[in-house]
């Protein structure tokens, strides 16, 4: 067993366990993105912050990646904590503002402004939609494509692929696109916009048609010609 | 070549070796590096060996061809021993005269290299103020040994130190050597290495380790790493075998980047050798140690040369950072404890051993011994690769070794360290060059890139090509690292291009912030750095580019004009040069721009001889 202190709390946990794993434990909130039980950690969104050690030696490191340590202290809502989630929503809602999850956050932590140049874009590369497809789903049918600016997250060579089980896991976990697919339903729709618009999936020049490798799709059964 | 079963056996082969060694008859080196080559070694090396040939000149003088010397500006060149005549900008026609003259003992005096400042003729290469201050443990090497050539290397005491430790037998002294030789890691961080290579001699788990060496050198415009390695490739084998002996590794690896042919081809030559002699492979020198080495060719990315990264490239996977803990130490490459280390750290081993960690140590400062390699670039005199003992400032290194500034401009500030490191201004240039002084003044050592500015040099300019290369070269899993990267490129695009506003100075420094404290790895916590330290030391030129539109350096393309001074002598070149017909005037009258047509190309600034056009 591993003893370490959060937030000024002793808490002693099973070697292996992740910081986020520790801090829910205790029950401190550490809001996440690209987290979500079942899946490999993966510590791309960043969301999950948290300062660990004192003094000018204390650094910020994702909790859902990092390991707990024998006499840690970790403090999971500092000023410095605080202030770099706030900033990492602000850049969040600079890139895809129409996201509920992403909406949700900023309201939650108090981002009123959006300071950057304003982008439409239907991924954060969070990573969740190629675990669920490898981890669960055991099909690897989609992957990350490139580094910085040009990641992208597709199938091989963007074409239709047969290892996809259409199974809509992908689309399920996205915390991006959940307002268009939820299209065919618009009862259960976020705003119900979509249910009035030709599907945002199929007008090809704004939307790349990301979540849909399946044809027929899963979800509102559209046929791509 | 005979296989070395024991140690008396090397001895003895070295002891023949040195007996053989013509030292009555003079050498002529010839640095035949990447660069070297590129600017026409190969065809001095064709000259002087028909020459030789041709008259029958060989038992009457040596030729030698060797990697790179440093002094990149000075490439071909020659260097006479045993009188050290250093002869700069060969050309194929000199190589006659050279030869010639090294026969009769003389000196060719208008083919010496001609101090830029005083205009002095200087013969030796010591003398050359260039080569003066420096300290060249390492790359010193470089010169007495033609990298093809194991022989060549051990009657430079080459393998002498592996020798040393295994007459030793005890892992445990060798780590102690480089405990007490405070050497740090070279690749950037500066951890210490016998530090790390005890951590690793202790590790228990499974049956095999693995050593590596990291030439992914991927900083634009840094080339140390390439230098030693395709100048004394046995260095680096020494050095791994080493290594592996210490601590218990039985595995090596170089990962070096595909964009290295020679240095490649060299290791391959080197490491054929090391094997045949018997110093690579299954108990080495007819000691129970047994370790070998094999070459991983990197993708190319820049981000490959992190150490979890590059473990995984290794594995085949995709160059991705990954949470550290755990550490390469305890779960490295195919999940075996892995202790990582940059070229130039395993070019200093087997000096240190051959020193003893203690000798070693006296080089340098408290806490940050021996010496580093720096390319020197920029607005001076003197460019290349240059090594200086830690400590040394970097007025001397700029200045003495440097030559000062180009022309009328003034020296405003070094930028170290690479892509994500930082500015030192000139009035801090008395500070000694060490691992912890860079981080203090808010820049780092990095792989030793150092590029001098002048004022014709625009730090929101620079930021903004440094952030542009990061944008691009982040692996771009950390959302604040990939998306951070380029919103701090955008800013620094827009104030370069003067549509910025001083609200945008304050987002960029807090967004550097952020995007230090929350990335994985060392790339994304170091990519502010560009934009911290000059807005540390550099805010008016912010300033300057937002509230008055203007660029002081003269660089920002949309904020600047081209104009001709009173210095036009009226030649017309310019007029010729202009793509757009945007400059008119007649014979003997000051030639003039049309702003309205002038597409700001830049092509008549660069061939006015007057220095007439200027911008403003
Ligand atoms: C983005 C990035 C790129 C790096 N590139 C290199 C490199 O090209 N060569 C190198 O030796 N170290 C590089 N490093 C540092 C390595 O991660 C590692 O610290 C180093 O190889 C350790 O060796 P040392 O202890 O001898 O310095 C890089 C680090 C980062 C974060
Ligand atoms: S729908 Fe296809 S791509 Fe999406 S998770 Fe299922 S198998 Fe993977
Ligand atoms: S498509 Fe959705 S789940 Fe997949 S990486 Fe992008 S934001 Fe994450
Ligand atoms: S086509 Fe796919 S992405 Fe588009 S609305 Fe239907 S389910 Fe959603
Ligand atoms: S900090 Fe940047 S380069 Fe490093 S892992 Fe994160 S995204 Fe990749
Ligand atoms: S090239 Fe220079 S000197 Fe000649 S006309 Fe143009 S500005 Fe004048
Ligand atoms: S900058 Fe180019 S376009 Fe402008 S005047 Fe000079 S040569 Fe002509
Ligand atoms: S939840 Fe930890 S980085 Fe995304
Ligand atoms: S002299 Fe230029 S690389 Fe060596």
């Not at chain 2, 060496?213 to 004394?232: F, H, I, Q, T, W």
């Not at chain 2, 000694?432 to 014709?456: E, Q, R, T, W």
């Amino acid at each position: 067993m591993i003893t370490l202190t959060i937030n000024g709390l002793d808490v002693q946990v099973e070697e292996g366990t992740t910081l986020l794993e520790a801090a829910r434990h205790l029950g401190f909130p550490i809001p996440t993105l690209c987290h979500m039980d079942g899946l490999t950690p993966y510590g791309a969104c960043r969301l999950c912050v948290v300062e660990i050690g004192e003094g000018p030696g204390a650094k910020m490191v994702s909790s859902c990646t990092f390991p707990v340590q024998e006499g840690l202290k970790v403090r999971t809502a500092s000023e410095r904590v605080l202030k770099a989630r706030r900033m990492i929503i602000e850049l969040m809602l600079s890139v895809c503002p129409q996201s509920k999850t992403i909406q949700d956050l900023a309201s939650k932590f108090g981002v009123r402004q959006q300071r950057f140049r304003q982008e439409f874009k239907d991924c954060i590369l969070c990573g969740l939609c190629v675990r669920m497809c490898e981890e669960q789903m055991m099909a690897k049918a989609i992957g990350f494509r490139g580094r910085g600016e040009s990641r992208s997250i597709g199938t091989p060579f963007d074409i239709e692929t047969d290892v996809c089980r259409r199974c809509g896991g992908c689309m399920f976990v996205c915390p991006v696109c959940e307002l268009r697919c939820t299209y065919n339903e618009p009862e259960k729709a976020i705003c119900g916009g979509c249910a009035n618009l030709v599907p945002p999936c199929v007008e090809k020049d704004q939307f790349d048609d990301m979540m849909c490798y399946m044809e027929p799709c899963v979800a509102c059964e559209i046929t791509k010609d | 070549m005979e296989n070395l079963r024991s140690i008396e056996e090397f001895k003895r082969l070295q002891a023949i070796l040195l007996e053989h060694v013509d030292t009555d008859i003079p050498t002529i080196i010839i640095n035949a590096g990447t660069c070297g080559q590129a600017s026409g070694a190969n065809e001095i090396i064709r000259a002087a060996k028909s020459r030789i040939l041709g008259k029958r000149l060989v038992d009457k003088v040596n030729l030698r061809i060797t990697g790179c010397h440093g002094f990149c500006q000075m490439e071909p060149s020659l260097l006479i021993e045993p009188s050290r005549t250093f002869y700069p900008n060969v050309k194929p026609k000199d190589v006659e005269r050279i030869i010639d003259a090294v026969l009769h003992n003389e000196i060719v005096e208008n083919l010496l290299y001609k101090d830029p400042s005083s205009g002095d003729r200087i013969e030796k290469q010591e003398d050359i103020p260039f080569f003066k201050k420096q300290a060249r443990i390492i790359l010193g090497l470089n010169e007495n040994v033609d990298p093809i050539r194991i022989y060549n290397y051990i009657e430079n005491n080459g393998y002498s130190s592996l020798c040393k430790i295994l007459e030793k037998g005890d892992p445990t002294w060798v780590v102690e050597q480089v405990k007490t030789s405070e050497l740090r890691g070279r690749g950037g961080a500066g951890f210490p290495t016998g530090f790390k290579w005890e951590l690793l001699a202790k590790q228990q788990n499974g049956e095999s380790k693995y050593i590596v060496c990291n030439a992914d050198e991927g900083d634009p415009g840094a080339y140390m790493d390439r230098s030693v390695l395709e100048g004394n490739p046995h260095s680096i084998i020494e050095g791994m075998i080493i290594g592996g002996y210490a601590s218990g590794a039985t595995d090596g690896i170089i990962y070096i980047r595909n964009e290295y042919p020679l240095a490649i081809k060299h290791l391959i030559i080197a490491l054929n050798q090391a094997r045949d002699l018997g110093f690579l492979g299954e108990n080495i020198l007819g000691s129970d140690f047994s370790f070998d080495i094999q070459i991983v060719k990197g993708a190319g990315a820049f981000v490959c040369g992190e150490e979890t990264a590059l473990m995984r490239s290794v594995e085949g996977k995709v160059g991705e950072p990954r949470q550290r803990p755990p550490f390469p130490i305890e779960k490295g490459i195919y999940g075996k404890p892995t202790v990582i280390n940059n070229v130039e750290t395993w070019a200093n081993i087997p000096v240190i051993i051959d020193q003893g960690g203690a000798e070693y140590a006296k080089t340098g400062t408290d806490g940050n011994s021996g010496t580093k390699i720096f390319s020197l670039v920029g607005k001076i005199k003197n460019t290349g690769l240059v090594e200086v003992p830690m400590g040394m400032t970097i007025n001397e290194i700029v200045y003495d070794i440097g030559g000062g500034p180009v022309g009328k401009a003034k020296i405003k500030a070094v930028q170290t360290g690479g892509p994500s490191g930082g500015c030192i201004p000139a009035d801090k240039f008395d500070l000694p060059i060490d691992y912890d002084s860079l981080a203090k003044v808010g820049s780092i050592m990095g792989s030793g890139g150092m590029i001098v500015l002048d004022d014709n040099t625009c730090m929101v300019d620079l930021a903004r090509y440094f952030m542009n290369f990061l944008k691009d070269e982040s692996c771009g899993k950390c959302f604040t690292c990939r998306m951070g990267t380029q919103r701090m490129h955008e800013i620094l695009d827009d104030i370069s291009k003067g549509i910025g506003t001083l609200d945008q100075i304050d987002l960029l420094e807090e967004l550097a912030l952020a995007v230090k404290d929350t990335t994985m790895c060392g790339l994304g916590q170091t990519a502010s750095n560009p934009v911290l330290s000059t807005l540390r030391y550099f805010r008016d030129e912010y300033v300057e580019h937002i509230q008055n539109k203007r660029c002081p350096a003269g660089v920002c393309e949309e904020l600047i004009q081209y104009y001709i001074n009173e210095e036009c002598t009226a030649c017309g070149l310019c007029k010729k040069a202009c793509p757009e017909d945007a400059i008119t005037g007649e014979k003997k009258v000051r030639h003039v721009i049309d702003t309205t047509k002038c597409i700001k190309c830049g092509a008549c600034k660069s061939v006015c001889k007057f220095d007439a056009v200027e911008t403003r």
